[in-house]
């Protein structure tokens, strides 16, 4: 499955390396793409946990969701 995401101060290369860093720890995620010009977030998951999972991650580490995802299959 895929989603996008918004999240919040994604304004920089340094945020998106942060944050895609992040995301790397998540075996569950993969295909992830990142637009810093509107701060999206897009991904293939494999369960709902991974998102929820990802949402306490980003949220730790100063960029939490602030749109909920909007699932498509």
Request: hydrophobic share 35%; proline share 3%; net charge positive.
């Amino acid at each position: 499955m895929r989603t996008t995401v918004i999240i919040q101060n994604l304004r920089c290369n340094d945020c998106r390396h942060k944050v895609v860093t992040a995301i790397a720890k998540f075996k569950s995620i993969s295909n992830v793409v990142t637009d810093i010009t509107i701060g999206s977030l897009s991904f293939d998951y494999s369960s709902h946990n991974a998102i929820e999972g990802l949402r306490i991650h980003l949220s730790e580490i100063g960029h939490p969701i602030t749109e909920d995802p909007s699932i498509t299959k």
